[in-house]
């Protein structure tokens, strides 16, 4: 049991390389968390525990509503990991030697599962997603499938969106007014503009990411005319605007406080900012040929995309805190719903 726990702790804090021989002796769960890329579900965690904390410092939290909405939103994250996956290998995007495949075990190129293997695991993640929609529909009202079409249509349109140069812009919209501001509804049964603004200031950080990811993969998608928004502006423009969208997180924090949006304690994202030091660092040089000494084997080929999810995880667990000790201490903010 102590082995499986290690097994399911690794796969959510990176996206291990595994063999078919490791693949083989893995427990069902195992390979659902490696075969979804479940490191990366943190960032839906956090744009769900935004909506949440918002909704019980405005006086309706509700537990039920937002574990549901939690889980639900983490269900269909996963969903549409198999989903592109799988609609990458159709497309011919992910092969043996392309970047998808390197950094983490693509499950069809790997050999770990077949095209059925994956749309199982994408057809059932997304049907107990799907099970979770209904009853908060059922419980908030048509509102529910608006936003339940939205993120559907999101991860299915995803792959191709990407060779458009939208995959950025969308990742805005699903991390920001969908998930934080989505989940911040479903719970009290509102719209907030408020909790609107504050889920975009924390988007600008899973789109940072999501600028990392291309340009990691910029030589890659160059090559087989994926035009991804790193594409379209270059990659040095690209990695500047990466940097700046990281600095708005902050910018954006700082703005939100003044309009007293934000409790103040959520300044303390500032502790962040060495991750921040590090990003900015990395983006504002050339990638290495080879890891650096000290750099994790593991997230090799992943230079901007490592060093930008390093920075958002701390900065969004922060920014958890930070609400969490305005309502602990009682901050006021101004009404609901603005």
Known sequence: ?????????????????VSREEWERYDPITRWLVAGRSAVLVMTFTSAT???LFAALHGKFRWDLYLLTTLGLVLAHAASNFFNDFFDYKLGL?????????????PLVAGLLDERGVLKYGIITMALAAAI????????????????LAGFVSIMGYSFSKRIGL????????????????T?????????????????VYALGPTSVLFGKHIDKYEDDLARGVRTLPIILGKERARNVAKILMIGMYIGVLLLVLLRILPFTTLIVVFAIDKLSLAMRAFSMEKP????EGYPPEAWPLWYAAFAFVHNRKFGLLFILG??????LRVPLPGIGR
């Open 323 to 328: 609400l969490f000790l305005g309502l602990f």
């Open 289 to 292: 040929e080879s890891p650096p």
């Open 1 to 17: 049991m102590v082995r499986t726990l290690k097994l399911w702790w690794r796969a959510l804090n990176i996206i291990p390389k």
């Open 167 to 182: 995959g950025e812009p969308l990742v805005v919209v699903v991390w920001g007014p969908l998930m934080v501001a989505g």
């Open 184 to 200: 911040y509804f479903v719970i009290t049964g509102q719209w907030s503009w408020d909790v609107f603004y504050a889920g975009l």
């Open 50 to 52: 935004i909506g949440g």
């Open 133 to 148: 929609g209904l009853y908060l529909t059922y419980v908030r009202g048509w509102v529910v499938v608006l936003l339940a």
């Open 94 to 106: 992910d092969e043996e030697n392309y970047f998808r495949a390197k950094y983490g075990p693509q």
